[in-house]
């Protein structure tokens, strides 16, 4: 029996202060006490209910946090400013100096920058590997590792990472699992595989409407509080807190998330099938072509598809730049970083969010600059988008 993650956050129930049917804004910074020793109890962790101060927490980012945490079957989640606010900390809370971590080598660019260039200052080195090789990545864990990290699709590759066999491998070795599912919402549920923390870009997807950005963190109850705690807690101490206003607008766009994946997947799939058909260089994990397919077929949840994230590869750096913008141009969608968003979004990843990677790295990863990477929109005739797709792709000579 597959995990239903729509389902159980349409079972969550919330009501306002004055039986709104959406949760009142908590407004404030701080929080009254009415007596001295529960501010006390509340200082040392010990007062289940009461807030503090909006740092530590907020009603309005526990409701989203629940959300959140009921959508990947965890305990709990703590919301963060942004993504990378929920990675950096998780990581860091996850580990001390002298730790080691194993890490896929196709993640996010921030997050690669961040493990190669930021934390080997307080003595945390990363090895990275090819996720989608168990031996390889058994290979690279030593007696100082720590953390296994990658993303379930990963950024901008589209690689599968076979969760279950990796959930094996940190198990076996006592590593604490990290699974970065920004790219597959809903259709992948890593800790119903045996990650033991799931971070998100809620920027992406989950919000959908790049107007904010945010990310969290689902794990159990003890790293949460580890993660809050006044005194050592990752989350508390750098202080990455994503506001309650915000908090509770993203909470009113998870709602429609199930919908939206499954339009974004409906629309990848028929674009991808007919890329391939054209002959273009198309990857896509719903593509049986794709060297992830079985594995993320097997994993996911039945209805979400296989994601909004397609790439092709048009040989060069200069026709993707020319094709990209006679796209735009036609008003196919916007040049712009990001995904998740109600209209097409494109970019060529190796000059944009994955510049943080060095050439020779790209190359390595089968990162080629001629690449395009697709969040594909929730238009509503997909086959009128493809042919004038199409004609733009004849009209820059990519396609006779
Ligand atoms: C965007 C992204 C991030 C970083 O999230 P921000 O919200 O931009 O900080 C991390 N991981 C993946 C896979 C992403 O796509």
Do not use: W
Not at 213 to 234: E, H, K, Y
Not at 259 to 274: D, G, P, V
Not at 281 to 297: D, I, N, Q
């Amino acid at each position: 029996m597959k995990y239903k993650p729509a389902d159980k956050i349409q079972d969550l129930q919330y009501f306002g202060e004055y039986g709104g049917v959406n949760p009142s804004i908590s407004d404030s910074s701080t929080y009254t006490f009415l007596s001295a020793k529960t501010m006390f109890d509340t200082f040392e962790g010990n007062a289940e209910g009461c807030y503090l101060y909006s740092r530590h927490s907020s009603p309005s980012n526990l409701y989203l946090g629940e959300a959140l945490a009921a959508m990947e079957g965890t305990e709990t989640a703590n919301v963060a400013a942004s993504g990378m606010g929920a990675i950096t900390s998780t990581l860091l809370q996850l580990c001390q100096a002298g730790d080691h971590i194993v890490s896929s080598r196709t993640v996010y660019g921030g997050t690669y920058a961040f493990l190669k260039n930021f934390i080997p200052k307080f003595n945390i080195q990363t090895s990275f590997v090819d996720i989608t090789n168990p031996e390889q990545v058994e290979a690279a864990i030593t007696k100082d590792t720590k953390v296994l990290y990658c993303e379930s699709v990963s950024n901008p590759l589209l690689e599968v990472a076979n969760i279950e066999v990796l959930a094996k491998i940190a198990k076996k070795h006592k590593l604490s699992f990290v699974v970065d599912n920004t790219f597959s919402p809903l259709s992948i549920s890593p800790k119903e595989l045996g990650a033991d923390v799931v971070v998100h870009s809620l920027t992406k997807f989950i919000n959908g409407s790049s107007d904010t950005v945010g990310g969290v963190t689902c794990g159990t109850q003890d790293f949460i509080n580890a993660l809050r705690s006044v005194n050592d807690g990752a989350n508390m101490l750098l202080g990455p807190t994503m506001d309650s206003m915000r908090a509770a607008s993203v909470l009113k766009n998870l709602r429609t998330l199930h919908i939206r994946i499954k339009q974004h997947s409906k629309n990848a799939m028929f674009l991808a099938e007919k890329f391939q058909e054209d002959g273009l260089r198309t990857v896509y994990p719903g593509l049986k072509s794709h060297p992830g397919h079985e594995t993320f077929k097997k994993m996911m949840n039945p209805d979400y598809g296989f994601g909004g994230l397609l790439t092709i590869d048009v040989g060069s750096l200069e026709k993707a730049n020319e094709l990209m913008e006679l796209m735009q141009e036609k008003n196919l969608g916007y040049l712009a970083v990001s995904l998740g968003f109600y209209k097409t979004l494109f970019s060529a990843p190796g000059s944009s969010t994955s510049s943080e990677i060095p050439i020779d790295e790209q190359e390595k990863m089968g990162l080629s600059n001629g690449l395009i990477r697709f969040s594909i929109g929730l238009d509503n005739d997909i086959e009128r988008t493809y042919k004038m797709m199409k004609s733009c792709m004849q009209e820059v000579g990519i396609l006779k």
